[in-house]
């Protein structure tokens, strides 16, 4: 017994606290790239990506109402996409994390807590070193998969900087048997497009990572799969702690508010992604030469996810794929046709112009639709992500004054020739 508390003291000697223990998970994923192999980015691959991010940003100009979003660009490692990202994932992680190490705690019979002792904190820390532990093998394996930053929908990375892993797409380009140049392209044009809408719009961020943790929030322990989980462990081995699996244990709750969550979560990947296809595809049309083929494989790809996002999914019950990309793609379509480029982006200006999971059935008539613009009085236009206050003069229609005297960008109710000039 001596031996076994002398290994299991090794096992969580890792410093950390908190439900995770980020350190381990960042160990154990260093470990797992130093094995399949993490190649330096060389200084050719650097200005390689420095100059696909800068062509990406004039491709973008036309298509899009925002100038650039990138302040800083970079060509990562895969263990540099973990430590930059580690931030994001700790406030996704923890609360999903929490409620399994305190259903580990509540396995404990109540009548022996108390003759336990400090024994009750090293079962807190065994949960936080088997789920760092085993977070750590997800993002090792996500890290062999992303191509950049932005790459799964979230604003992973930190603002302003876009941020591509050449290891990453060499290896993807390969395997769609297109040119290495092309590929870093449209990955660079899909992160350029990225850094626009999330710098570009303030309030997403939070809107998007909010929409995660609130379906988090209802993600309920599975304790019957604890159980199995530990008893799964062997006192004299105490490796077998960091080789159990915890796929499983957290699931969903069938319930309406969770439902809601999820639709509200899948809205908000859809919509962002739909974006992005739609813009970087407009922006490519006629200058990639695989333009289409590259299109159709990225919406593939992001829609059934990649065996590391599935593991993922499996460890913390989220699945962070867009499952209506197609039918968004459509909608900004329809509303760049019908209501200009200006008109179209200025629909991000507040998160209650944003078309619903229902307007994804019809987006013609959600394009066309005249929203009459007392329906506006209220928003809070002062508000971090409100529309942009316009000098004074300046009128939502020709010859009329805005509300209290300023304007906005074209509104939901108006068409633009496309230029940004409204049409009468």
Not at 166 to 179: F, K, V
Request: net charge negative; proline share 8%.
């Amino acid at each position: 017994m001596q031996q076994f508390m002398s290994q299991l003291q090794h096992l969580l000697s890792a410093p950390g606290s908190g439900p995770v223990n980020w350190d381990l998970a960042r160990q154990v994923a260093a470990s797992q790239l130093a094995a399949a192999g993490d190649p330096a980015v060389s200084m050719y691959e650097r200005n390689a990506v420095e100059e696909a991010l800068r062509l990406a940003d004039l491709w973008l100009e036309p298509a899009s109402a925002w100038p650039s979003g990138i302040q800083n660009p970079v060509a990562w490692n895969r263990n540099e996409w973990i430590f930059k990202t580690l931030d994001v994932w700790r406030k996704l992680c923890d609360p999903v994390a929490s409620r399994m190490v305190g259903a580990m705690g509540d396995l404990v019979p109540p009548e022996a807590r108390a003759q336990l002792g400090p024994m009750q904190s090293m079962v807190a820390s065994l949960g936080g070193a088997l789920f760092g532990g085993q977070l750590g093998q997800a993002l090792g394996s996500l890290a062999a998969e992303v191509l950049s930053a932005g790459d799964i929908g979230l604003p992973l990375g930190p603002a302003g900087t876009a941020a591509l892993i050449p290891a990453n797409i060499r290896a993807y380009g390969e395997g769609l048997e297109l040119p290495e140049d092309e590929v870093r392209l449209y990955v660079a044009l899909r992160e350029a497009a990225h850094q626009r809408l999330f710098q570009h719009v303030p309030w997403l961020r939070g809107h998007v990572l909010s929409a995660v943790e609130m379906y988090a929030s209802g993600i309920r322990v599975n304790r019957e799969a604890i159980e199995e989980a530990m008893g799964r462990v062997d006192p004299t081995d105490p490796e077998s702690m960091q080789a159990i699996a915890l796929e499983g244990i957290f699931t969903p709750e069938d319930t309406p508010a969770q439902k809601a969550s999820l639709a509200r979560l899948e809205t908000a990947l859809a919509l962002v992604e739909g974006w992005v296809c739609h813009v970087v595809d407009s922006a490519a049309s006629d200058r990639l030469p695989n333009v289409v083929r590259l299109g159709e494989a990225f919406r593939r790809r992001r829609a059934a996810g990649g065996p590391a996002e599935q593991t993922f999914a499996a460890l913390v019950g989220l699945e962070l794929r867009p499952r209506r990309l197609r039918e968004a793609a459509a909608l900004w379509a329809a509303l760049t046709q019908h209501r200009g480029i200006e008109g179209r982006d200025a629909v991000w200006g507040h998160p209650d112009l944003l078309p619903s999971d229902d307007d994804f059935a019809d987006p013609v008539a959600f394009a066309m639709n005249d929203m009459d613009l007392s329906e506006l009085d209220s928003f809070d236009f002062t508000a971090p992500g409100g529309v942009e206050e316009k000098a004074p003069g300046q009128s939502d229609q020709p010859g009329q004054p805005g509300p209290s005297g300023q304007s906005g960008q074209p509104g939901p109710s108006e068409e633009t020739d496309g230029e940004g000039d409204t049409k009468s």
